[in-house]
């Protein structure tokens, strides 16, 4: 039963559906203030407030833009370096311990050095997000390629397979499951450093709607940018698992 597609969707929404109910309860009983924990009914209020206004929809979309771009940009530099440390020990005893020290970096230590490169525009945000899924790529790429089958790669390699060659029909496709493991990884990654990022002197986007929500006590759009952010992190995320499966099926 648990195979069905449907079934497994069905089950999913349980506990989101009984957590609805659990937050309807609590604030009909009166257990919290309106400003500690506004109804979900004030919370699809403060949304079609500002989708009527034409900002929510705003908000979403450039969001999700920086999103996406700083996750193609860290994602291809993690695949290209984690590939390269992978496969050379003299790249990975010449960059490893510094690309594992800035792994230790928290993520607002970044904002101040970006603003003063890059200013205050849309390359300051992009490139922390990138920053933020680099790490997982590369990380999850130059292990899995320190662990491919020897016996594969010398069999490879006795029909004429070398180099960029030997890596792209070889290599990358025995480890595509942990490839789309550090993809998904970076995925979410990138959400969680899109509110620092947008701490950029930002006027737009859900991490600005969030911490100006907080600015002004409105809790209501506090939970509305937590929510969209939840839903459409997890939105991403199953559209990557659906390329996974693919890339999965054809070449692993």
């Not at 209020?45 to 996750?71: C, E, K, M, P, W």
Request: charged letters at 10%; zero cysteines; hydrophobic letters at 60%.
């Amino acid at each position: 039963m648990l195979a069905s597609r449907w079934t497994r969707a069905g089950l999913g929404l349980v506990v989101p559906v009984l957590v609805l109910a659990a937050w309807q309860i609590t604030t009909a009983a009166g257990i919290f203030s309106p400003v500690q924990l506004p109804s979900p009914s004030a919370v699809y209020t403060a949304a079609a407030d500002l989708l009527s206004r034409g900002q929510l929809g705003n908000h979403v979309a450039i969001s999700t833009q920086r999103v996406l771009i700083g996750f193609a940009v860290g994602g291809v530099l993690g695949l290209a370096l984690g590939a390269l440390l992978g496969l050379s020990r003299l790249a990975d005893i010449l960059l490893g311990p510094m690309i594992g020290a800035l792994r230790a970096v928290p993520s607002l230590a970044w904002v101040p050095l970006l603003i003063l490169w890059l200013k205050i525009g849309e390359d300051s945000k992009i490139t922390l997000i990138a920053i933020g899924a680099f790490f997982p790529v590369f990380t999850t790429v130059s292990l899995a390629l320190r662990h491919v089958d020897r016996n594969l790669v010398e069999a490879a390699r006795a029909f004429g397979l070398n180099g960029l060659k030997l890596l792209t029909t070889v290599q990358l496709p025995a480890v595509v499951p942990a490839v789309f493991s550090g993809l998904r990884l970076a995925l979410a990654q990138s959400w969680l450093f899109l509110v620092a990022a947008e701490l950029i002197a930002s006027s737009m986007g859900l991490g600005f709607l969030l911490t100006d929500s907080q600015n002004n006590g409105r809790t209501d759009r506090l939970l509305l940018a937590i929510i969209l952010l939840a839903v459409i992190g997890k939105a991403t995320d199953a559209l990557l698992g659906l390329a996974e499966k693919k890339a999965v099926a054809k070449w692993a």
